[in-house]
């Protein structure tokens, strides 16, 4: 949708009529930055998960580990990856209401959908990596305890920024919402 569309949208929602200088404004750079951070994160993302599981079956000896954590790793990762096209797809369609209002607050609620499903198979998918790969670690028990603490830290980290990202973008977008107030 263009300009003139989100123009005309915004005059027929029964508001008062903004100049082009303000739309562009409301709708310029800073939102168009929010949602190609989002999609090209889920890119990379969607990139990297899809490389890791080409290369898990033969690269990381899946065969010989069980079957039902071979299947779980897969299915996990699948479902990560279909997640993150969904994300993408969500990212090129922000515009879905009767008002530009609407529209947008719509959009939000789709996001932080999103947002929080996308933490929750993040988590999912690191433990099930954490899972799968800790028995390949033949070391002492204090060693494995060692890693497992270590793996522990990075998830709560990785959670903790994931969290603060999608925050910020919720933020970001909910400004402009409410500017539009």
Same mark, same amino acid.
């Given at each position: ?6 123009? @005309? &949208?915004?005059?027929?929602?029964? =508001? +008062? ?6 739309? !562009?404004?409301?709708?310029?750079? @800073? =939102?168009? $930055? +929010?949602?190609? !951070? ?8 969607? /990139?990297?998960?899809? &490389? ?14 069980? /079957?039902?954590?071979?299947? @779980? ?10 997640? $993150? #096209?969904?994300? #993408? ?16 607050? $719509?959009?939000?609620?789709?996001? !932080? !959908?999103? &947002?929080?499903? *996308?933490?929750?198979?993040? /988590?999912?998918? #690191?433990?099930?990596?954490? +899972? ?7 070391? +002492? ?5 060692? #890693? ?8 709560? /980290?990785?959670?903790?920024?994931? $969290?603060?990202?999608?925050? *910020? ?11 539009? @107030?």
């Amino acid at each position: 949708m263009e300009l003139e569309d989100f123009k @005309s &949208a915004y005059q027929k929602s029964g =508001q +008062v009529n903004k100049d082009i200088k303000e739309l !562009r404004n409301l709708f310029g750079q @800073s =939102q168009r $930055n +929010v949602l190609d !951070r989002i999609k090209g994160q889920l890119l990379i993302e969607t /990139i990297l998960w899809t &490389a890791f599981l080409l290369l898990f079956y033969d690269g990381f000896d899946a065969a010989k580990k069980p /079957i039902i954590w071979t299947l @779980s790793m897969v299915v996990g990762i699948l479902l990560l990856i279909s997640h $993150n #096209i969904f994300g #993408i797809r969500l990212g090129n369609r922000p515009v879905h209401g009767d008002s530009l209002q609407d529209s947008l607050q $719509n959009y939000l609620r789709k996001i !932080r !959908r999103f &947002a929080k499903v *996308s933490v929750a198979l993040r /988590i999912l998918v #690191i433990l099930l990596v954490f +899972v799968f790969f800790m028995p390949s670690v033949k070391e +002492v028990e204090e060693k494995r305890m060692m #890693i497992l603490l270590g793996m522990s830290g990075l998830l709560i /980290i990785q959670v903790f920024f994931l $969290n603060r990202m999608w925050k *910020s973008r919720i933020h970001t977008l909910r400004q402009r919402l409410n500017e539009l @107030s």
